[in-house]
């Protein structure tokens, strides 16, 4: 059977059914189109506009011999795949380990060509802006799609951030911490979400800085005013005023990020800890970031200042930074060389309150009380061994 496929290789070309593989001089037919063809298999010549394919037709496929059309897609796309590997790698700068993250996130689209002319753009586009290359490495490892996005869509959200006043390192630190900002929608989330919380925090400049120090309020539900209404009125429910409440948003702006579930969650927490509404406004007015530990370690930290250490709850709200510290690390250790020192002069009275010695900065108690070598062995004794008695060595 001769075949003149003259006609036919236009319409199999602009046919959304139409796959051809032509790497390495071949053409692969869909069976769909080639199975009608019930005459014997005979060969013929193909022309295009690129080669010369010689194909072999019949009533079950069209392929040459040489190659399947699943090795050939196989072989397209690990070539594919190595272009990727090298362009971020050469040209973006990530490391080894970072890759496979990158490829499990990154969605590439079909043309290579297109994607790394648009990678290359964002690319030059934070240079520009002064990202260091290892801010750009971190950037791209947090976010690999942002590598996909168009500059120009890039560029309004980037001076929306500017016109708060987030500039150089400020910006640069915003986005290396969280980059996924500029994947949201400029009119739909960024714009109203920032005009409301501007209105909450009193002004851009006191948004401003609460973006430095959480920059995830930016990602926040999208039901931003229903989201920020309802902790506002949680807290209110405990007797917390709104200036009250400002304030503690500037402190701790991350308690935004919280949902409605866990805030009330840790709000019950703390009533079960023993501290009555009053003692818990206080506490929050002084340490808000506590609504940010977990359940487990508030309680556990609770019941050591509580039954081991002597501290009536009262007591505790007046020092709630004791709730952030590990017991492990430190106020376990620190209590027992405390009781050991107690013991060792009797005689007179220690110039420090216990209360004073978990406060201390690490230098501060250094220099004051691991002055020597037998208090400074024995207080890393404790570190390593908590469970080893206060009255010990």
Same mark, same amino acid.
């Given at each position: 059977?001769?075949?003149?496929?003259?006609?036919?290789i236009?319409?199999?070309?602009?046919s959304?059914?139409?796959?051809?593989?032509?790497?390495?001089?071949?053409?692969?037919?869909?069976?769909?189109?080639?199975?009608?063809?019930?005459?014997?298999?005979?060969?013929?010549?193909i022309?295009?506009?690129?080669?010369?394919?010689?194909?072999?037709?019949?009533?079950h496929?069209?392929?040459?011999?040489?190659?399947?059309?699943?090795?050939?897609?196989?072989?397209?796309?690990?070539?594919?795949?190595?272009?990727?590997?090298?362009?971020?790698?050469?040209?973006?700068?990530?490391?080894?380990?970072?890759l496979?993250?990158i490829?499990?996130?990154?969605?590439?689209?079909?043309?290579?060509?297109?994607?790394?002319?648009?990678?290359?753009?964002?690319?030059?586009?934070f240079?520009? *802006?002064g990202?260091?290359?290892?801010?750009?490495?971190?950037?791209?490892?947090k976010?690999?799609?942002?590598?996909?996005l168009?500059?120009?869509?890039?560029?309004?959200?980037?001076?929306?951030?500017?016109t708060l006043?987030?500039?150089?390192?400020d910006?640069?630190?915003?986005?290396?911490?969280?980059?996924?900002?500029l994947?949201?929608?400029?009119e739909?989330?960024?714009?109203?979400?920032i005009?409301? *919380?501007?209105?909450?925090?009193?002004?851009?400049a006191?948004?401003?800085?609460a973006?430095?120090?959480a920059p995830?309020?930016?990602?926040?539900?999208s039901?931003?005013?229903?989201?920020?209404?309802?902790?506002v009125?949680?807290?209110?429910?405990?007797?917390l005023?709104?200036?009250?409440?400002?304030?503690?948003?500037?402190?701790?702006?991350?308690?935004?990020? *919280?949902?409605?579930?866990?805030?009330?969650k840790?709000?019950?927490?703390?009533?079960?800890?023993g501290l009555?509404?009053?003692?818990?406004?206080?506490?929050?007015?002084?340490?808000?970031?506590?609504?940010?530990?977990?359940?487990?370690?508030?309680?556990?930290?609770?019941d050591?200042?509580?039954?081991?250490?002597?501290?009536?709850?009262?007591?505790?709200?007046?020092?709630?930074?004791?709730?952030?510290?590990s017991?492990?690390?430190?106020?376990?250790p620190?209590?027992?060389?405390y009781?050991? *020192?107690?013991?060792?002069?009797?005689?007179?009275?220690?110039?420090?309150?216990?209360?004073?010695?978990?406060?201390?900065?690490?230098?501060?108690?250094s220099?004051?009380?691991?002055?020597?070598?037998?208090?400074?062995?024995?207080?890393e004794?404790?570190?390593s061994?908590?469970?080893?008695?206060?009255?010990s060595?």
């Open positions: 059977m001769t075949c003149d496929f003259g006609s036919m236009f319409s199999l070309e602009s959304s059914h139409f796959r051809a593989c032509k790497h390495g001089g071949t053409l692969v037919l869909p069976k769909c189109i080639v199975s009608p063809l019930r005459s014997r298999p005979s060969a013929c010549l022309s295009s506009k690129h080669s010369l394919f010689s194909v072999s037709i019949s009533s496929h069209a392929t040459l011999p040489a190659q399947s059309y699943p090795q050939q897609e196989e072989k397209s796309r690990q070539l594919f795949n190595d272009d990727i590997t090298e362009f971020l790698l050469k040209e973006c700068g990530v490391s080894d380990r970072q496979p993250t490829n499990r996130k990154i969605k590439v689209p079909l043309s290579l060509r297109k994607f790394l002319h648009t990678a290359r753009q964002v690319l030059q586009f240079r520009d *802006l990202f260091t290359p290892h801010q750009v490495r971190t950037v791209i490892g976010y690999p799609n942002l590598l996909t168009k500059v120009d869509g890039l560029k309004p959200k980037i001076d929306l951030l500017t006043g987030l500039t150089g390192e910006l640069a630190m915003v986005i290396t911490r969280m980059p996924r900002i994947g949201s929608s400029l739909e989330n960024l714009n109203p979400k005009r409301l *919380l501007a209105n909450l925090f009193g002004s851009e006191h948004l401003s800085q973006i430095k120090r995830d309020i930016l990602l926040i539900d039901n931003v005013t229903g989201n920020v209404a309802m902790k009125k949680q807290m209110k429910s405990i007797g005023l709104e200036d009250e409440i400002k304030d503690m948003l500037k402190k701790a702006p991350r308690l935004l990020c *919280l949902t409605t579930e866990t805030l009330d840790k709000l019950n927490n703390m009533t079960n800890l009555s509404d009053e003692q818990i406004k206080q506490v929050l007015k002084k340490f808000p970031w506590i609504l940010t530990l977990s359940v487990d370690k508030l309680q556990k930290d609770m050591f200042l509580t039954h081991t250490a002597g501290f009536a709850p009262n007591k505790v709200c007046i020092y709630p930074l004791f709730l952030a510290f017991v492990e690390k430190r106020l376990k620190r209590f027992m060389l009781k050991y *020192l107690t013991v060792e002069q009797s005689s007179k009275r220690l110039p420090i309150s216990l209360a004073t010695m978990l406060s201390l900065g690490d230098e501060e108690f220099r004051r009380f691991l002055n020597n070598l037998q208090t400074l062995e024995l207080y004794s404790y570190i061994e908590p469970s080893k008695t206060a009255l060595g």
